[in-house]
């Protein structure tokens, strides 16, 4: 027997405004005899709705900062899920009780919050049906379903934001160890590289349409997320280098990939020649400030090899714009 009757097969989104589930994102009427939207209507009264008073705490940020802890107490997912009450923040309820994070796993009240949580209808759809086939100590997360520009961007800051803590981590471990010859070398190696990231994020990445913002977030997260893996790894001794004979000839590879894209013609909107040239003088700067910190820290890498790694990432991304 179908968990709701209705005479007409779509609804239109006007009289749909602050219903239940949330289709204030959707764009499009919405069909009420989809199999996620019975999922839904199935749940209505699974969870209390959430508090949404101003308390200033910030649940999704609370949220991950104790998934990544080495070890989160029942008391500490507590208070999350209280920040989450308070702040209305449906999509951290909808992790908490799928992912029986502080409270006991119950798929009923997260189905409940992520028909709650605004959102496109393909990802409302998407985490509706993930939820009714979440697999016993399966994680489910808010990202894992998105379809959207805007959700993306959004996904992509909370990656971005998590890789930020880890790497606040390792760096301070690492600086922490220098030898204090070392230590200029190695800030002048990070602020090198956001300089970097943060150009090649905002210069090199095409502008335009609802995912623009978590491209470049991407962007510049992965560029840092290269030197934090290769850092960790030649603390361990751990080195896959290019022969220091093969950075002539990526040299000569660059300089070609890059002169035809200062070539090409572009439309107003697009990346510019201007853009890609002065993202080319800061990652310069950055190989440079990458030689001088390895010659102190890691003497027995040839800095040739060391160009050659970053010039064939270099020609990677240029071949992307």
Same mark, same amino acid.
């Given at each position: 027997?179908?968990?709701?009757?209705?005479?007409?097969?779509?609804?239109?989104?006007?009289?749909?405004?602050?219903?239940?589930?949330?289709?204030?994102?959707?764009?499009?009427?919405?069909?009420?005899?989809?199999?996620?939207?019975?999922?839904?209507?199935?749940?209505?009264?699974?969870?209390?709705?959430?508090?949404?008073?101003?308390?200033?705490?910030?649940?999704?940020?609370?949220?991950?900062?104790?998934?990544?802890?080495?070890?989160?107490?029942? %008391?500490?997912?507590? +208070?999350?899920?209280?920040?989450? $009450? =308070? &702040?209305?923040?449906?999509? /951290?309820?909808? @992790?908490?009780?799928?992912?029986?994070?502080?409270?006991?796993?119950?798929?009923?009240?997260?189905?409940?919050?992520?028909?709650?949580?605004?959102?496109?209808?393909?990802?409302?759809?998407?985490?509706?049906?993930?939820?009714?086939?979440?697999?016993?100590?399966?994680?489910?997360?808010?990202?894992?379903?998105?379809?959207?520009?805007?959700?993306?961007?959004?996904?992509?800051?909370?990656?971005?934001?998590?890789?930020?803590?880890?790497?606040?981590?390792?760096?301070?471990?690492?600086?922490?160890?220098?030898?204090?010859?070392?230590?200029?070398?190695?800030?002048?190696?990070?602020?090198?590289?956001?300089?970097?990231?943060?150009?090649?994020?905002?210069?090199?990445?095409?502008?335009?349409?609802?995912?623009?913002?978590?491209?470049?977030?991407?962007?510049? %997260?992965?560029?840092? +997320?290269?030197?934090?893996?290769? $850092? =960790? &790894?030649?603390?361990?001794? /751990?080195?896959? @280098?290019?022969?220091?004979?093969?950075?002539?000839?990526?040299?000569?590879?660059?300089?070609?990939?890059?002169?035809?894209?200062?070539?090409?013609?572009?439309?107003?909107?697009?990346?510019?020649?201007?853009?890609?040239?002065?993202?080319?003088?800061?990652?310069?700067?950055?190989?440079?400030?990458?030689?001088?910190?390895?010659?102190?820290?890691?003497?027995?890498?040839?800095?040739?090899?060391?160009?050659?790694?970053?010039?064939?990432?270099?020609?990677?991304?240029?071949?992307?714009?």
């Amino acid at each position: 027997m179908r968990l709701i009757v209705i005479a007409a097969l779509l609804v239109p989104l006007a009289a749909l405004a602050q219903a239940y589930p949330d289709r204030s994102n959707f764009g499009v009427e919405v069909d009420v005899h989809k199999d996620w939207y019975q999922r839904c209507m199935g749940v209505e009264r699974a969870a209390p709705a959430p508090v949404k008073t101003a308390t200033g705490c910030d649940a999704s940020n609370a949220y991950y900062s104790k998934l990544d802890q080495a070890a989160t107490s029942g %008391a500490e997912w507590a +208070a999350v899920r209280s920040c989450a $009450l =308070a &702040a209305g923040d449906t999509a /951290v309820l909808s @992790m908490l009780y799928a992912n029986g994070l502080g409270v006991p796993r119950d798929t009923a009240i997260a189905t409940n919050y992520a028909c709650r949580t605004g959102a496109a209808v393909a990802e409302m759809e998407g985490r509706v049906l993930h939820l009714a086939k979440l697999a016993p100590g399966e994680r489910y997360d808010q990202c894992d379903d998105i379809t959207s520009g805007m959700m993306g961007g959004v996904c992509a800051a909370i990656s971005a934001r998590r890789a930020e803590r880890v790497e606040k981590a390792l760096y301070g471990r690492l600086r922490a160890s220098l030898p204090a010859r070392q230590t200029a070398a190695f800030d002048g190696l990070l602020k090198a590289n956001r300089a970097f990231a943060r150009a090649h994020a905002e210069n090199e990445t095409s502008p335009g349409g609802t995912g623009h913002a978590g491209f470049v977030i991407d962007a510049e %997260a992965r560029e840092t +997320a290269w030197l934090r893996e290769h $850092l =960790a &790894a030649f603390e361990k001794g /751990v080195y896959k @280098m290019p022969p220091p004979a093969q950075f002539a000839r990526d040299d000569a590879e660059l300089n070609r990939v890059y002169g035809e894209r200062m070539k090409i013609k572009r439309d107003e909107d697009d990346v510019s020649a201007a853009a890609i040239r002065a993202t080319q003088r800061s990652w310069l700067m950055y190989r440079d400030a990458w030689v001088a910190f390895a010659a102190l820290r890691y003497p027995a890498l040839p800095a040739d090899s060391l160009k050659a790694l970053l010039t064939q990432w270099r020609i990677k991304q240029l071949g992307r714009i």
